[in-house]
């Protein structure tokens, strides 16, 4: 059972990307996103108005921050020195920054943006305007590989998303409303969770329990991204269900198809050749795998059964730190990474051991949306799948009484 990241997951990334300093002509390197600075040195923090700058050099981390956020990060042994200024406008979130930088010796950095995100109406100078910056994509390209010990997080995220499942299932009857039976199901799996992991549960959230499961039903299943609806459940209604829990900031996703009574011939027409397409995805995967072909294998197999227009998206994407992450299942992946405007190449375009994939391929009619996803890692000789809920009609068809 693993709850959090070990310590020399942070030492063997910071390690990482110093050597890449050190092989280049730059004196630091510069990280402005959060999940990047969360990434490199555990330091997790909302993205806001208020920027956030970390520099890392051969030798030393030093942080700019909010002052609402230094006594957070004071006591993180991967940072050497904090910043703070008082707020954004009025306290130069940028030109403190600049002084680090400039206290580090640094007058040329490798950075992921040419200064903050514009978040929440932050409008700023540019970096490039007090010092020298190349932009560079490191951190972002090495999550794409999940080590041993985040696939732990993710495989213990998704024990818990699947407690919060089993959950929904049982607490879904006809005339609920659906947004209080997922926070009934998110409540007891996140109650269960925090009771069961007690003081190794890392503190991820505010106001809300780290467990989740909810769903759209009825019509709102035929929009991929449908709203909770502003209805009770009714016999015969097409559920698609979404759970999750985070762990140390890692995501897994469980999605599943289900039926409130009984469903009709047509609906389980749609569900059999859902799962059959998921099959296809999930019997393409493997390490070398051109990454591409796993939606063009779907892409085919809808061909064939005449159900090509009731695509609506690909077939999955990496997960982790962040719900959806790059690289994606997508026809159009091979071409993306030989664009020029991109940082890949033709090693990116293939999957790797270490990746983790939700495979979620949909079919949408014009009444209902029929949707599994599952997480899987890919290993060194095959698969895992890390989600474990049943796939099968009979155990997404919820009974009524």
Request: glycine share 8%.
């Amino acid at each position: 059972m693993a709850t959090t990241l070990p310590d020399a997951e942070y030492d063997r990334r910071l390690e990482r990307v110093r050597d890449r300093i050190a092989e280049s002509q730059a004196d630091a390197g510069v990280w402005f996103g959060a999940t990047s600075i969360e990434y490199l040195t555990g330091f997790d923090h909302i993205q806001t108005e208020r920027p956030v700058a970390l520099a890392i050099t051969p030798d030393r981390a030093e942080i700019t921050v909010p002052r609402l956020e230094v006594e957070r990060v004071e006591s993180n042994p991967r940072i050497d020195a904090v910043h703070g200024y008082h707020d954004y406008p009025g306290g130069r979130p940028i030109a403190i920054a600049v002084e680090m930088l400039s206290g580090l010796g640094a007058e040329s950095v490798l950075a992921d943006a040419d200064g903050a995100p514009g978040t929440m109406g932050y409008e700023g100078p540019a970096l490039s305007a007090f010092v020298d910056v190349t932009e560079q994509s490191w951190v972002s390209r090495m999550r794409w590989e999940k080590s041993a010990a985040e696939i732990d997080l993710i495989r213990e995220s998704a024990r818990w998303g699947n407690l919060a499942h089993r959950y929904l299932a049982e607490y879904t009857e006809v005339g609920e409303h659906p947004a209080t039976v997922s926070q009934r199901a998110s409540m007891e799996a996140s109650r269960a969770m925090l009771d069961t992991l007690g003081s190794e549960y890392v503190a991820r959230t505010r106001g809300t329990g780290p467990a989740f499961a909810g769903y759209i039903t009825g019509p709102q299943t035929r929009l991929p991204h449908g709203h909770t609806a502003n209805r009770r459940l009714q016999e015969g209604d097409v559920l698609v269900t979404g759970a999750s829990a985070n762990v140390d900031g890692y995501h897994s996703e469980l999605e599943r198809t289900m039926f409130l009574g009984e469903p009709s011939d047509e609906q389980v027409h749609y569900f059999e050749l859902m799962v059959e397409a998921q099959d296809v995805a999930i019997d393409a995967l493997g390490p070398g795998v051109p990454i591409a072909d796993v939606d063009e294998a779907v892409d085919a197999y809808a061909e064939e059964q005449g159900i090509s227009d009731l695509l609506q998206h690909h077939v999955g994407h990496n997960i982790g730190m962040d719900g959806h992450e790059p690289p994606y299942i997508d026809r159009g992946w091979g071409d993306h990474c030989e664009n020029e405007h991109t940082p890949y190449d033709a090693d990116d375009a293939v999957m790797r051991p270490g990746h983790v994939w939700t495979i979620e391929p949909g079919i949408y009619t014009d009444e209902y949306g029929y949707r599994h996803s599952d997480t899987i890692a890919i290993t060194d000789d095959g698969i895992e799948w890390l989600t474990y809920f049943p796939r099968e009609l009979e155990a997404n068809v919820i009974p009524v009484e």
